[in-house]
C-alpha cells in the first residue's frame, strides 16, 4: 500500500512539475525534495523521469480501457479517453515539444487505436465485415484522429477538442457503417 501510495505520489508531482514547466527543465533532485523521499526511493521505483512520463500514458490507457461503454459514440469515448490531455493541457504541450514526443504519440495512438477498434466492433455486430476490412477502417480513424489531435496540440490547444471531435462525428456520421457494409460487397 505505502509502495503504490508512493509511485502515485511521484507521478503525481511530476505531473503537477510538467504542468509548470517542460520536461527538460524538470530533474529528478526537483521530483525528490517536492515529494520529500531520496533519490533511492524514486530509483527503487522508476529508472528516469522517461519510466515516469511511460507509466502515467500506461495507466491512463489502462483507465480507458476499462471505462469503456458499449453505448458511448465513438466521439464521447474519445473525448473521455483524452481526458487526462484536457486536464493537463500545459503538460502536454511540454511533452509535445520534448524529445519524448514519441511517448505522447504513442499515448495517443494507442487512445485512438482503442476507441476506434471497439466501436468498429460494435457497429460491425449486424454487418459482419471481413476482419480484414474491419481492421483497415479502424486504423483509418485511428490514424486521423492521432494526426489531428497533434496538430490540434501544434496549434497552441486553443479550439475546445469536444467541439472538434463532435464536427468530425457529424460530418462523418453513417460513414463507418456504410464501410462496414462496402466490405462485404468487395471479393
Known sequence: MAQQYTKKMIRDVFVQMLNEKPFDKITVKNIVNKCKINRKTFYYYYENL????????????EDVIAQYNETQSWEESFIFAARFSLENKKAIYHVFNSIHREELERY???IAGNVMFRYVEDINKNIQASDRDKKIIASFYQSALTNMVLHWIADGMVEKPEIIIRRIGALFDGNISESLK?????P
Do not use: D, P
Request: proline share 0%; hydrophobic share 35%.
Open 182 to 186: 462496402r466490405s462485404k460487397k468487395l
Open 108 to 110: 495517443l495512438y494507442t
Open 50 to 61: 522517461y519510466s515516469v512520463l511511460r507509466e502515467i500514458f500506461e495507466s491512463e490507457i
